[in-house]
C-alpha cells in the first residue's frame, strides 16, 4: 500500500510552498494575483483516490496492487556493499555499479562482472559515485578523488587521467564524444570536452554559479546545469536547474524549483533528472522525503506532482512511453507522466528483511528494469 498526494494539473509562475508561494490552493483552485489555474489534488490510500475540493480531473490510482506482470529474470551480490548507483550502458548489453569498493561492468547476457575502478578512486557525491558511458559502451568517465576526470575502458583495461574537474565532479557524456565537465574554477560555465583526444570543445555560459549538470536530452541538443548564487557576497542566494542548448551557447529555459522545494537549502542539489523520450519534459528527484516533480522544459512549468507517504529512493523515465519508475525502500511504482496515475506495483525487496532499493534505471529498449540494493543486491526485472 501506498499512501501519498498527486497534484495534477498545469500552472503558470510561482507554485510554491505548503504547495504553493505567491499564491494558495484553495478548493482546488490555485490562485495568485489574477491567474487562476485548476489542480487536481487526489489523496491516494489503499487502491483509492479521493479528489479534494470536488474538482473534476484524472484518474489517480486504480490498483495499487497489481503487479503489471513484472518477473525477476536474475540476481546477484556485488561484494556486500551497500550499491549506490547502477547506469546501464546506451546500448543495453552493460550495468556500470557504483558501490564503496569502486565501480563494476555487469554484462547482461553473460552475467560476468569485472571492476572499473577501484575502492577510493572517484568522488562521492549526494549517495552517488559518478559515471557515465560513452555512445559506443567502450569507455566509462568517472569523477575522480584527485579533482581530475578518469577515463577507462569498460573492460577493465586501460585508463587515462584527463583534466582537472570541479570538486564535486560532474561528467556527462553526450551522444557524439562530447564530455559536460564544470571545471575546478567555479565560474558561470560549462566545458563541452573531447574526452579521447583531450581537447576542449567549447563552453557553455549560465546565469547563476555552474555547480553540476545532469544527463543530456535524448538527442544530445539540451544539458541540464545546477547552477546557484551560493557564497557570493552580492548576490541574492538563489538556485535553479537551467537548460542550456548545446550548439547555440543559450539558456532556453530556467527551473526554480526552490518554489516545489521551498525547505530545501539552496546548495541542495537534485539526485537525479530524468529526460522524456520527446525531450520536452524532465522530473526532478531530490530523494528520499521529497516528490518528484515533472517539468515542461521549455515553459519550466510544473506538470505533475508524486509523492507518496513512504519516501522515493530513486527514478528513471521510461524510453520510449510515458512512464516512470520511481522506487521506494522495497516497492517500485510504474506511474502515468501525464496523468499521475499509478500504473502498477511490484514488491522486489522482501519486506521482512533491512535490504532497501537504493537505484533503479530502465534498459534502452524499456523492457528490463535493474535494481540495486543497500545490502548490494542486483537484480534485473522484466515484464513490466
Known amino acids: 500500500m501506498v499512501t501519498g498526494i498527486i497534484i495534477l494539473g498545469f500552472a503558470v509562475a510561482g507554485f510554491v510552498g505548503g504547495f504553493v508561494a505567491g499564491g494558495v490552493i484553495a478548493n482546488g483552485i490555485w490562485q495568485s494575483g489574477s491567474a487562476a489555474s485548476k489542480v487536481v489534488i487526489a489523496t491516494v490510500v489503499g487502491g483509492a483516490a479521493a479528489m479534494a475540493g470536488g474538482t473534476t480531473g484524472y484518474l489517480v490510482a486504480n490498483n495499487l496492487l497489481d503487479s503489471g506482470g513484472a518477473k ?22 552493460f550495468v556500470a555499479v557504483a558501490h564503496s569498493g569502486g565501480v563494476d561492468v555487469v554484462e547482461y547476457e553473460k552475467k560476468s562482472l569485472v571492476t572499473v575502478y577501484a575502492r577510493g578512486e572517484l568522488s562521492y557525491w549526494s549517495d552517488r559515485f559518478l559515471v557515465s558511458w560513452s555512445p559506443d559502451e567502450k569507455w566509462l568517465a568517472g569523477a575522480g578523488e584527485d579533482s581530475y576526470i578518469h577515463i577507462r575502458l569498460a573492460d577493465g583495461g586501460d585508463f587515462a587521467f584527463f583534466r582537472a574537474a570541479h570538486d564535486w565532479g560532474s561528467v556527462e557524456w553526450g551522444t557524439e564524444n562530447q564530455l559536460a565537465v564544470v571545471p575546478p574554477e567555479r565560474g558561470k560555465l560549462v566545458q563541452i570536452i573531447d574526452p579521447l583526444r583531450e581537447t576542449l570543445l567549447h563552453e557553455l555560459h549560465t546565469d547563476l554559479y555552474a555547480d553540476f549538470t545532469y544527463q543530456w536530452s535524448p538527442d544530445g541538443k539540451l544539458l541540464p546545469v545546477y547552477t546557484d548564487s551560493y557564497g557570493v557576497s552580492n548576490m541574492e542566494p538563489m538556485a535553479k536547474i537551467e537548460i542550456v542548448d548545446n550548439e547555440k551557447d543559450k539558456i532556453i529555459s530556467s527551473i526554480s524549483y526552490h518554489e516545489i522545494y521551498p525547505e530545501t537549502p539552496f546548495t541542495y542539489f537534485p539526485n537525479e533528472v530524468e529526460w522524456s523520450s520527446d525531450g520536452e519534459k524532465i522530473a526532478t528527484f531530490f530523494g528520499k522525503d521529497y516528490p518528484v516533480v515533472i517539468w515542461d522544459v521549455r515553459k519550466a512549468i510544473p506538470l ?10 530513486s527514478v528513471s523515465w521510461h524510453p520510449f512511453e510515458d512512464e516512470i519508475a520511481i522506487s521506494s525502500y522495497k516497492q517500485v511504482y510504474i506511474f502515468s507522466t501525464i496523468t499521475g496515475e499509478l500504473l502498477s506495483t511490484a514488491q522486489v525487496i522482501d519486506a521482512d528483511t533491512h535490504d532497501s532499493i537504493t537505484s533503479i534505471d530502465w534498459n534502452n529498449r524499456g523492457t528490463l528494469l535493474v535494481i540495486g540494493s ?11
Open 374 to 384: 543497500e545490502e548490494g543486491l542486483l537484480s534485473f526485472w522484466g515484464g513490466w
Open 72 to 93: 525477476i529474470v536474475y540476481s546477484m551480490n556485488i561484494d556486500n556493499d551497500e550499491i549506490d548507483s547502477v547506469v546501464w550502458s546506451p546500448g543495453g548489453n
Open 304 to 313: 505533475t506532482i508524486i509523492q507518496p507517504e513512504t519516501g522515493f529512493t
